[in-house]
């Protein structure tokens, strides 16, 4: 059995429905949210993830930014896969609000214990990711970083053992990184993500899948566009990428990806 397991903090059904109901249509199993009470006292938005049959846990907890519950989640994702999901097999951990589904997440087999997933882009190509780097490693580790891919911490493939070991590791490096003075700011999941996996300090055996290759593609530096006849984005093997992530940062093709979650 499978899991797919995200966080909707403050979230209204706006911002999780092109996620719930794009998912629904290619997959019968599990998902579950961190919820907060913001939640759990929407009515519409409780009826919805009923409807669709979404477990949720609360974490109520008053927050001093939004950027927290970023952090946050790596953590309460251990905990809650520990206490209530000893029975899965594969986990995908994943943003809500900018990601739809065109097929089950699951439908590629894993070649390895966990994937992560390359953004068509090096550090120094992005600001963002650059900016982080810099404010939160200094200059040097920038150096090291400003050519290698972009890792997004926002999905994660993994079967459930080896998920657990690498959120123990994540939950680690953001301790050192608080020990270390760093002030968090946003960007941290990013910064800790890709120091883990571009210092060999990820446990058992992973793979990096770039755009085309595998479960999901994100879309925020993508520069090229296959679709077929139904306006499904394709892989390179001419199957629909199952994921989309950041698929509202297109303009051009933001009706596209509407049009797919919801109809």
């Not at 429905?17 to 579950?32: C, E, Q, T, W």
């Not at 009470?37 to 949720?56: K, P, Q, R, S, W």
């Not at 951990?93 to 390359?118: C, G, H, K, N, W």
Request: with cysteine.
């Amino acid at each position: 059995m499978n899991l797919v397991l995200g966080a909707i903090y403050g979230y209204d059904w706006e911002n999780v429905k092109h996620f719930v109901i794009s998912l629904r249509k290619h997959y019968d199993g599990k998902i579950a949210f961190i919820v907060d009470m913001n939640v759990i006292t929407n009515a519409e938005l409780m009826g919805h993830l009923n409807d669709y049959g979404v477990f949720f846990h609360l974490y109520d907890k008053r927050l001093q930014s939004n950027h927290e519950i970023q952090n946050n989640r790596f953590e309460l994702y251990s905990d809650i896969i520990k206490e209530h999901y000893s029975d899965i097999d594969r986990i995908f951990i994943t943003d809500v609000r900018d990601v739809i589904f065109q097929d089950d997440p699951f439908v590629y087999d894993m070649v390895s214990q966990l994937e992560f997933y390359a953004e068509p882009a090096t550090f120094k190509e992005c600001n963002c990711n650059s900016w982080w780097i810099k404010t939160m490693c200094g200059e040097e580790i920038y150096q090291e970083m400003k050519d290698r891919d972009i890792i997004c911490c926002g999905t994660i493939m993994g079967k459930r053992e080896a998920l657990l070991e690498y959120l123990e590791v994540f939950k680690q490096e953001f301790q050192r990184m608080r020990d270390a003075g760093r002030v968090f700011i946003g960007g941290e999941d990013t910064v800790a993500h890709n120091r883990l996996i571009y210092t060999n300090r990820v446990p058992g055996v992973s793979t990096i899948k770039s755009n085309g290759e595998g479960a999901v593609s994100t879309m925020e530096h993508q520069k090229s566009f296959n679709f077929d006849d139904k306006g499904r984005y394709l892989n390179k093997d001419g199957r629909p990428t199952p994921v989309i992530h950041q698929w509202d940062r297109k303009k051009d093709y933001i009706d596209l990806f509407n049009k797919i979650a919801l109809e």
